[in-house]
């Protein structure tokens, strides 16, 4: 079992690292089994809060208003995580979006992890759910404010260390750090068919449209079509709104 290492968790505005952004960072530094160390604080989101998001971790708009930006927040954040090994639950996910911030505010942020998540789906047998709560659940970890950075950072560290007191010694490989890899995608801009479409739609069925289409990329343009073609239906059918 590893003796020092940084568990930390993410919460943000989605699940897609190129569209969405962090508005939470929760971590723990971890000496001889012990917490050394805490690193808590909103961010200032770059995109409105959803409701949704909002349901999931209690994170409104009025709580991050005052948060400081993300640059200043992932400079204090790589200088916190120093040489140590990540521990995280779904680790990729939360890496990605901490890699792309770091880069784009020149800080490297290159690591070696342990997922708990991957460990959970070859030693956890049978059909109980890999979720972070469902094995704090099963394993008897306390965690009050699930969905909460720290919190979860938390409760995942007291999961490694529970997976590792049971199972490392059968499954050593599973509980060596690896080389986190991710790197962030071009992003494409949209097509002056696209666009045109795009526009098409708008007009055709009034639709109040907010965003900058000319500074919308693929992937935004994509969505937005879908979005409208699902409540609308194709132009020129007889498909009325849902």
């Given at each position: 079992?590893?003796?020092?290492?940084?568990?930390?968790?993410?919460?943000?505005?989605?699940?897609?690292?190129?569209?969405?952004?962090?508005?939470?960072?929760?971590?723990?530094?971890?000496?001889?089994?012990?917490?050394?160390?805490?690193?808590?604080?909103?961010?200032?989101?770059?995109?409105?809060?959803?409701?949704?998001?909002?349901?999931?971790?209690?994170?409104?708009?009025?709580?991050?208003?005052?948060?400081?930006?993300?640059?200043?927040?992932?400079?204090?954040?790589?200088?916190?995580?120093?040489?140590?090994?990540?521990?995280?639950?779904?680790?990729?996910?939360?890496?990605?979006f901490a890699k792309k911030y770091a880069g784009r505010c020149g800080f490297p942020f290159e690591k070696?992890?342990?997922?708990?998540?991957?460990?959970?789906?070859?030693?956890?047998?049978?059909?109980?759910?890999?979720?972070?709560?469902?094995?704090?659940?099963?394993y008897g970890i306390v965690n009050d404010q699930a969905h909460r950075a720290y919190h979860d950072a938390?409760?995942?560290?007291?999961?490694?260390?529970?997976?590792?007191?049971?199972?490392?010694?059968?499954?050593?490989?599973?509980?060596?750090?690896?080389?986190?890899?991710?790197?962030?995608?071009?992003?494409?801009?949209a097509t002056p068919r696209q666009k045109a479409y795009l526009k098409r739609l708008i007009e055709e069925?009034?639709?109040?449209?907010?965003?900058?289409?000319?500074?919308?990329?693929?992937?935004?343009?994509?969505?937005?079509?879908?979005?409208?073609?699902?409540?609308?239906?194709?132009?020129?059918?007889?498909?009325?709104?849902?």
């Amino acid at each position: 079992m590893l003796h020092s290492y940084v568990a930390f968790d993410l919460e943000t505005t989605g699940l897609s690292v190129e569209e969405n952004c962090i508005i939470e960072i929760g971590a723990l530094k971890v000496r001889h089994g012990a917490v050394a160390g805490r690193f808590i604080t909103f961010v200032k989101p770059e995109e409105p809060i959803s409701e949704r998001i909002t349901e999931i971790t209690g994170i409104d708009e009025a709580m991050v208003a005052d948060a400081p930006d993300i640059s200043s927040v992932m400079k204090a954040f790589v200088e916190f995580c120093g040489d140590d090994v990540l521990i995280g639950h779904n680790l990729l996910f939360d890496f990605s979006f901490a890699k792309k911030y770091a880069g784009r505010c020149g800080f490297p942020f290159e690591k070696k992890g342990i997922d708990t998540l991957k460990i959970a789906r070859t030693v956890c047998t049978g059909t109980m759910s890999k979720s972070l709560g469902s094995l704090c659940e099963y394993y008897g970890i306390v965690n009050d404010q699930a969905h909460r950075a720290y919190h979860d950072a938390l409760a995942t560290a007291k999961l490694y260390q529970t997976l590792a007191h049971y199972y490392e010694d059968e499954h050593a490989g599973l509980f060596a750090p690896k080389p986190l890899i991710w790197k962030e995608k071009k992003v494409q801009a949209a097509t002056p068919r696209q666009k045109a479409y795009l526009k098409r739609l708008i007009e055709e069925y009034h639709i109040s449209f907010e965003a900058d289409i000319e500074a919308m990329n693929r992937s935004q343009m994509s969505k937005a079509i879908d979005s409208i073609l699902l409540n609308f239906g194709i132009p020129g059918t007889k498909r009325g709104k849902l």
